[in-house]
């Protein structure tokens, strides 16, 4: 099992940024993808992004691309979301995911592990 810990969000002026971390402990960190989803209350979680084990492979949602990074540091057993352009739109509660599975040869969005979520707000 694990252990899922996402830094806290915060509330950004549209056109800013924000960097969103999620420490994992429990399992050996270098061998869970790992995702960044994010949901508003009475909608659907969109799928925001994904990184294999190695890091050298990340997916995108669609409107994040161009925007958003994610990345890790399996030194530090955590994994970033940098966020750039933020607009209000984007103001949902964000939530870190990691599985065992690979996303080497091709995106999954069905992890098995999950934080607690964190807000994060983008005014206009």
């Known amino acids: 099992q694990v252990q899922l810990v996402e830094s806290e969000g915060g509330l950004v002026q549209a056109g800013g940024s924000l960097r969103l971390s999620c420490a994992a402990s429990?399992?050996?960190?270098?061998?869970?993808?790992m995702g960044w989803f994010r949901q508003a209350p009475g909608k659907e979680r969109e799928f925001v992004a994904a990184?294999?084990?190695?890091?050298?492979?990340?997916y995108y949602g669609d409107s994040m691309k161009g925007r958003f990074t994610i990345s890790r540091d399996n030194a530090k057993n955590t994994v970033y979301l940098q966020m750039n352009s933020l607009k209000p739109k984007d103001t949902d509660v964000y939530f870190c995911?990691?599985?065992?599975?690979?996303?080497?040869?091709?995106?999954?969005?069905?992890?098995?592990?999950w934080g607690q979520g964190t807000q994060v707000t983008v005014s206009s």
């Open positions: 990184i294999s084990w190695t890091g050298r492979k990340t």
């Open positions: 429990g399992r050996t960190f270098s061998s869970l993808a």
């Open positions: 995911a990691a599985d065992r599975f690979s996303v080497v040869a091709g995106l999954r969005t069905d992890f098995s592990s």
